[in-house]
């Protein structure tokens, strides 16, 4: 009997390396997109008498959160082109 607390534990063990994993992926991709919804803000404040703004919204938060600084050029690059 004692070998299934055993087994029990190992798998808690493993389920808790395996989710921490997650979450801090998790929470680079947040932190990532926080920063870059404050760069968004910050180019939006720049750009915008060249008529190039960005909409702060959660599709480009999880676009420059994922992609990082290449999606935060990028967003601003599709913007400048559609110009609109």
């Given at each position: 009997?004692?070998?299934i607390?055993?087994?029990?534990?190992?798998?808690?063990?493993?389920?808790?390396?395996?989710?921490?994993?997650?979450?801090?992926?998790?929470?680079?991709?947040?932190?990532?997109?926080?920063?870059?919804?404050?760069?968004?803000?910050?180019?939006?404040?720049l750009?915008?008498?060249?008529?190039?703004?960005?909409?702060l919204?959660?599709?480009?938060?999880?676009?420059?959160?994922?992609?990082?600084?290449?999606?935060?050029?990028l967003?601003?690059?599709?913007?400048?082109?559609?110009?609109?």
């Amino acid at each position: 009997m004692e070998w299934i607390w055993i087994a029990l534990a190992g798998l808690g063990l493993v389920a808790i390396l395996f989710f921490n994993r997650q979450m801090k992926s998790l929470f680079k991709i947040a932190r990532s997109g926080v920063l870059g919804g404050l760069g968004i803000l910050a180019a939006n404040a720049l750009l915008a008498p060249m008529g190039v703004s960005v909409g702060l919204n959660l599709l480009t938060l999880l676009i420059v959160g994922v992609l990082g600084i290449p999606g935060f050029f990028l967003l601003f690059l599709t913007q400048w082109m559609v110009g609109g």
